[in-house]
């Protein structure tokens, strides 16, 4: 008698669309820059880390033979890539009349609903009509007004909780520039001389002011006006001393939102994204965000996350959203001292880096720490190099490879470029296995 080999399940189809929010606050107008586009070219094939060999990631250019033969001998088996046509799925390509098991933008938006608009049918479970994938509802949960919003309610009657950030820190959403104002006041008012002023829909975090000066610049103001276009709003929040970040990865299937794991998170000095790190096999969040604290802290944290992922697994029941997500959140230093957390900065219905740090430490050995960060060209030239493929060849001599070969190649130590440096212009994706924890400052870099 032999054994039945596995049946092959039909392949999900993933592609990294990383401007779903531009699209959603410009609507067709919006249109990448140079920079951006390029970022997302360079990028492109990351989703080939969220899914197994089995699946197909859409591209605009098959990444080469040597960097995936790299990947390959990392233990990273390669998945199908299909080439794009004018940025569209090519007839020619036979996609469109395979049965497929999935469809895994990075984000559900105006622009994956449209590209993947020939293949809804295809999938056969579950079966999903073509408004079920994006609607306004979901729309809706990309809002920064609608974070904040959802954090008040959080923070309604907790206020005898102390260390958690009161609900006035929540930020304030505001649709006009006498309201912008009137809220800038109120939390000066209030103690708070640094305030962040965000778009509500903006894109890798860049659509935000921080107001610093003793009395606010009219650049300022024609930013605040020129932001606040008919139909768009704002989130006028405290700046707070932030202490450490955090992420939190979810996933939310046809059973319930699902807790993937916690993963750390490192911005810059202006709260942008920089890198993110955490443990292979999990790491609890006493260990990362707590510092070892008492049990009753750590249950309390416990307790206050399950109750959020619950009120969150109704609004995308609600909406009909199904898919990853992750949700930033950060400890903070108050005036009068000691910790707060913000359980909630703001809820991101898509994957994130966090989410993809988890699965590439899917591919470490017990007990590493794995930490994901993108390095520009700017970063490059700074430290001396002239390209990205110079930066990432002297990164890898520096932190070579080492793996352990069992059923599995699992990586032990190490440095691996995730895009191929060769052809890589504006960002380059790194990966880092240590056996310690990897600190690693925005302003100072490896430490």
């Not at 708070?192 to 894109?203: D, P, Q, S, T």
């Not at 990966?431 to 600190?439: L, N, R």
């Amino acid at each position: 008698m032999t054994d039945t080999p596995p049946t092959k399940r039909p392949p999900n189809v993933l592609v990294f669309n990383p401007f779903a929010e531009g699209y959603l606050a410009r609507g067709k107008a919006f249109t990448p820059v140079k920079h951006q586009w390029r970022l997302a070219r360079d990028l492109a094939n990351l989703p080939q880390f969220l899914g197994g060999p089995e699946d197909i990631v859409l591209v605009t250019e098959r990444p080469s033979p040597a960097f995936l033969d790299e990947l390959a001998q990392a233990g990273f088996a390669p998945p199908e890539f299909v080439e794009l046509k004018e940025g569209a799925i090519d007839p020619e390509s036979g996609l469109g009349e395979r049965p497929l098991g999935g469809l895994r933008p990075w984000a559900w938006g105006p622009d994956s609903a449209e590209l993947f608009a020939p293949l809804m049918a295809n999938v056969a479970s579950p079966a999903r009509a073509p408004g079920h994938y994006f609607n306004p509802g979901i729309a809706r949960l990309y809002s920064k007004a609608w974070s904040a919003e959802f954090l008040a309610r959080v923070l309604s009657g907790r206020a005898a909780e102390s260390w958690l950030c009161p609900g006035r820190e929540a930020g304030v959403a505001v649709d006009s520039v006498e309201d912008a104002l009137a809220a800038i006041e109120a939390i000066r008012r209030r103690g708070h001389h640094k305030i962040v002023v965000k778009e509500a829909l903006g894109v890798a975090g860049h659509n935000s002011i921080r107001l610093w000066e003793p009395d606010l610049l009219e650049t300022q103001r024609k930013w605040i006006a020129s932001a606040l276009k008919p139909g768009r709003q704002l989130v006028v929040e405290p700046w707070l001393e932030r202490v450490l970040d955090f992420s939190v990865q979810l996933e939310m299937e046809l059973g319930g939102l699902k807790l993937r794991g916690y993963t750390g998170l490192i911005t810059d000095l202006k709260g942008q994204f920089q890198a993110n790190w955490a443990a292979a096999g999990g790491i609890s969040a006493n260990t990362m965000v707590l510092g070892g604290a008492p049990g009753e802290i750590v249950d309390r944290f416990h307790r206050l996350y399950e109750e959020i992922i619950g009120l969150l697994e109704g609004e995308f029941q609600r909406a009909g959203y199904l898919g990853p997500a992750g949700m930033d959140a950060f400890l903070y230093q108050p005036a009068e001292g000691g910790r707060r957390l913000k359980p909630i900065v703001e809820i991101n219905p898509r994957y994130t880096m966090g989410r993809l740090t988890l699965e590439l430490l899917k591919h470490t050995c017990p007990g590493s720490y794995g930490i994901f960060r993108l390095v520009s060209r700017a970063m490059a030239r700074a430290e001396g190099f002239d390209t990205l493929a110079a930066w990432g060849r002297a990164w890898r001599e520096r932190h070579p490879l080492k793996l352990e070969r069992g059923r599995e190649i699992k990586i032990r130590v190490g440095a691996l470029c995730l895009n191929d440096p060769a052809r890589a212009e504006s960002c380059l994706a790194v990966f880092q296995v240590s056996p310690t924890k990897y600190h690693f400052s925005a302003k100072h870099g490896e430490n």
